[in-house]
């Protein structure tokens, strides 16, 4: 494109010298991808994927001047741009992160014939929230509960029933499951994940949406002990006294208050 005007007059007379000069800015072209930073370094790694489908916004000098969005290889471009004071900027979405840049844009001075690169890397984030609860309740016993990316325990935490909940900020791009370790005395009575919508989730195996959090209450019932003897009533007053012996090899059921075996 020009820089000077097309066409230049000039007037000479005998002996005048005058100089005229043409400037030409060679049209440029901004381009880059999109892709999720999973490790959250700035770097765009062979292990981490594109996104497509996001909407990339250009202006030239402060004034919109149009829009791209990424195709299934995360690739976007402008091009035949002029001279001039350009921001390449990214849409917003819930659930991502920006990371690089930081600020979700870049501002540059474009060059002749400049074919420029910008990357957008962003964090898909999801939360997952552990709790403790017992009965009785309020009890200092700390237990262990984990939480696993795809089979190998990632985070862990001690927990206790006078514990405020975790939180971890965890990728999308993988799934997830929570466990507990055994604790002597104790039985985990009850484990319910829910998102934030109430939707529950498999303990065992879930996957998070962009920005969604899922919540896994753990419930532990404090073991009891129960002592039966079986002995000699001899007088059949209902007691054992001195003298009445234990009887040894005699069958016991054990019934719960919903006369279950």
């Known amino acids: 494109t020009n820089t000077t005007p097309l066409c230049q007059n000039t007037y000479l007379i005998p002996g005048d010298y005058d100089r005229l000069e043409f400037g030409n800015f060679k049209l440029g072209k901004v381009e880059g991808y999109k892709y999720d930073d999973i490790n959250k370094d700035g770097d765009w790694d062979s292990d981490e994927p594109a996104v497509s489908g996001w909407k990339i916004e250009i202006y030239k000098n402060h004034d919109y001047v149009g829009n791209a969005f990424t195709n299934g290889d995360g690739y976007y471009s402008f091009s ?19 990371i690089n840049p930081a600020d979700g844009d870049y501002h540059f001075m474009l060059i002749s014939g400049e074919t420029k690169r910008l990357d957008f890397g962003n964090f898909s984030w999801g939360k997952i929230v552990l709790d403790k609860d017992t009965l009785p309740e ?24 006078w514990s405020m909940p975790s939180m971890d900020i965890v990728s999308t791009r993988f799934s997830y499951s929570v466990t507990e370790d055994e604790k002597t005395g104790w039985e985990l009575s009850n484990l319910v994940c829910k998102n934030q919508g109430g939707e529950i989730k498999d303990p065992s195996g879930f996957e998070l949406r962009p920005g969604e959090m899922v919540r896994c209450d753990f419930t532990n019932t404090l073991l009891g002990k129960l002592k039966v003897v079986k002995f000699s009533d001899d007088n059949g007053d209902g007691i054992q006294n001195n003298g009445e012996v234990q009887l040894p090899d005699w069958g016991m059921n054990l019934y719960n208050t919903d006369n279950a075996y």
């Open 138 to 161: 309020w009890s200092m016993e700390k237990f262990t509960l984990n939480i696993l990316q795809g089979g190998n325990e990632i985070i862990e935490h001690k927990l206790s029933d």
């Open 80 to 98: 035949n741009l002029g001279p001039g004071m350009y921001k390449i900027e990214e849409g917003e979405k819930y659930g991502w992160k920006a």
